[in-house]
């Protein structure tokens, strides 16, 4: 069994496990976690494409490889800012939710 | 053997992932979070992929961890969990999840079998720009307008980040929680660390010309070297008004466009570099990059001003 083949698996397990965190667990960091978690894993399959592409001596297509590294940099920034909300969402109103207000007591 | 690894590594990807999704405790998600991203750079290395590696380690995992420990630290009182979900539904999850998973690994037996790649042209065309990194090559020659354009989204995300803080304390002070102990560790790390971490930033970024390595992964370092300072307290962070500051901030962005539109009189062309000229220009891109890379990243970690007395 390839190493592509094994990390394109994994690739898919990790967006699977993320899905599910992302649906169930009610914290708004637990969701930005899952979601790193995702794109994470979506980066992952990226890179055994890269891998597959492997030719003229290099072990990979640089352009999916460059492509990633722009994209783990986009997803910190989005990162960033979902962090900073959440944080002032929780000055605001005590705790960070992302529930109706009729829920609070 | 080689397999044993990657079997070894693919599961512990899945089990480490898996753990950080259902832990109970935030921070306890978080710090596992940050294990997963380092055997996750591991896997890229496996994958033949250096430069993602290192961002993986620098940003993915260092970076990213950072944020959400200092996020989780904050919001560590509310443990409530608000929704209470029936067991149905996390079975139904977990069920949509599963699809969702086979579905894609599915995918892996029906892609087209001759893979076509652009590994050829890009080392066709290298020789030209005076880089020996393929990958540096990419980003800074044969898809430059896309490292531009992911430049300014960090300088977005700067300004979206202080525009979170409350009128009373625009231009102040990040409130980066500061641990003031005098004679701890940490203080002696933050002391003692910088210079080696400078000098191996410079070396990340130069040598990135024809190794893996760049602008990105030597800012971050030079990045967590200023973090690790302002955390041990050894240096407050700036005020945000401050205009030497401004002027870190945008000198990558402003490099760039600089030499952007410098293409139109010499080639013709947007990004374009003048003949012969190519290496030394992106390095002076590279080298104002990775101030600018340094100072956001830390000041996005810093995280928005607030004043002395707020909480």
């Known amino acids: 069994m390839s190493a592509a083949l094994l990390f394109w698996l994994a690739g898919s397990g990790l967006i699977g496990l993320s899905v599910y965190g992302l649906i169930v667990n009610p914290h708004p960091l637990c969701k930005l976690l899952a979601l790193n978690l995702l794109g994470s894993g979506v980066f992952l399959l990226f890179g055994v494409i890269a891998r597959r592409g492997a030719s003229a001596g290099l072990g990979g297509d640089p352009v999916p490889q460059a492509l990633v590294i722009t994209g783990i940099v986009v997803a910190f920034s989005a990162t960033a800012i979902a962090v900073a909300l959440l944080l002032r969402l929780h000055t605001e109103a005590g705790e960070a939710s992302i529930d109706e207000e009729d829920g609070q007591p | 053997m080689e397999t044993g690894f990657d079997i070894a590594l693919a599961l512990l990807l899945l089990c480490v992932g898996g753990w950080s999704v259902i832990a109970r405790n935030m921070m306890t998600?978080?710090?596992?979070?940050?294990?997963?991203?380092?055997?996750?750079?591991?896997?890229?290395?496996?994958?033949?992929?250096?430069?993602?590696?290192?961002?993986?380690?620098?940003?993915?995992?260092?970076?990213?961890?950072?944020?959400?420990?200092?996020?989780?630290?904050?919001?560590?009182?509310?443990?409530?969990?608000?929704?209470?979900?029936?067991?149905?539904?996390?079975?139904?999850?977990?069920?949509?999840?599963?699809?969702?998973?086979?579905?894609?690994?599915?995918?892996?037996?029906?892609?087209?079998?001759?893979?076509?790649?652009?590994?050829?042209?890009?080392?066709?065309?290298l020789p030209d720009s005076g880089l020996g990194n393929p990958v540096a090559g990419v980003l800074f020659v044969f898809r430059s307008f896309d490292t531009l354009l992911e430049k300014v989204v960090l300088l977005l995300a700067l300004i979206g980040v202080w525009a979170l803080a409350r009128d009373a304390d625009w231009g102040g002070v990040p409130g980066l929680r500061l641990f003031r102990e005098r004679h701890?560790?940490?203080?002696?790390?933050?002391?003692?660390?910088?210079?080696?971490?400078?000098?191996?930033?410079?070396?990340?970024?130069?040598?990135?010309?024809?190794?893996?390595?760049?602008?990105?992964?030597?800012?971050?370092?030079?990045?967590?070297?200023?973090?690790?300072?302002?955390?041990?307290?050894?240096?407050?962070?700036?005020?945000?008004?401050?205009?030497?500051?401004?002027?870190?901030?945008?000198?990558?962005?402003?490099?760039?466009?600089?030499?952007?539109?410098?293409?139109?009189?010499?080639?013709?062309?947007?990004?374009?570099?003048?003949?012969?000229?190519?290496?030394?220009?992106?390095?002076?891109?590279?080298?104002a990059l990775t101030l600018s890379i340094a100072v956001i990243l830390g000041l996005l970690i810093a995280g928005p001003p607030k004043g002395e007395d707020a909480p």
């Open chain 2, 29 to 125: 998600a978080v710090i596992v979070f940050i294990a997963y991203g380092l055997l996750l750079s591991l896997a890229w290395v496996r994958l033949h992929a250096i430069d993602v590696s290192l961002t993986e380690a620098a940003i993915g995992s260092g970076a990213t961890g950072l944020l959400m420990v200092i996020a989780a630290h904050k919001v560590a009182g509310d443990t409530k969990r608000v929704v209470q979900l029936s067991r149905g539904f996390h079975v139904l999850a977990a069920v949509f999840a599963a699809l969702v998973a086979v579905g894609i690994a599915a995918l892996a037996f029906v892609l087209p079998g001759e893979p076509s790649s652009l590994a050829a042209p890009v080392l066709e065309r």
């Open chain 2, 184 to 287: 701890s560790v940490l203080t002696l790390l933050a002391r003692t660390l910088p210079p080696i971490g400078f000098v191996f930033a410079i070396y990340m970024t130069w040598a990135g010309a024809d190794v893996p390595g760049g602008a990105f992964q030597g800012g971050t370092v030079l990045a967590a070297m200023w973090i690790l300072v302002m955390v041990a307290g050894v240096r407050r962070p700036p005020r945000i008004s401050s205009p030497p500051l401004r002027l870190a901030i945008v000198a990558g962005p402003v490099v760039f466009l600089a030499i952007g539109f410098l293409g139109f009189l010499a080639p013709g062309a947007f990004l374009a570099y003048p003949e012969g000229f190519a290496k030394p220009l992106i390095v002076a891109m590279e080298t």
